[in-house]
């Protein structure tokens, strides 16, 4: 047990090393992703208001019948455009990149790239 609470303070200390430097506001709302083993979830969120802006994820009806298995780079890469067209359906084009505790690689890193080509400005 004690080896997986020194784990889980690590994960935390990771992702408060990263959120400390970022913060979502009204004009630059932050988009924070989250990854299991078999799907990823992403959100945009304003800090100011605390509010969800809209969010995409390999659980949503529409998009998980295209997708299939959701815990690979082809997935995190239709989340992204998803994610980049629903924000501009609100009318949002700048955010912040919020990664949590992962490394910008893999799965994040196709998220990412997928959501700048479709529009949105990190």
């Known amino acids: 047990m004690k080896k997986f609470k020194k784990i889980n303070v690590q994960r935390e200390r990771r992702v408060f090393r ?9 004009e630059r709302p932050r988009l924070s992703v ?5 799907h990823i979830y992403c959100q945009v969120i304003n800090d100011d208001d605390g509010k969800t802006l809209c969010s995409a994820s390999t ?44 490394k910008f690689h893999g799965r994040i890193a196709e998220l990412a790239t997928a959501a700048r080509e479709a529009g949105l400005d990190f």
């Open 18 to 26: 990263v959120r400390k430097r970022l913060r979502g506001s009204a």
């Open 59 to 102: 659980r949503d009806k529409g998009l998980a019948e295209k997708i299939g298995y959701g815990g690979n780079a082809e997935a995190a890469k239709v989340i992204g455009q998803a994610i980049a067209e629903k924000a501009a359906a609100a009318g949002i084009t700048k955010i912040t990149f919020d990664r949590g505790p992962y």
């Open 34 to 38: 989250f990854r299991s083993n078999k």
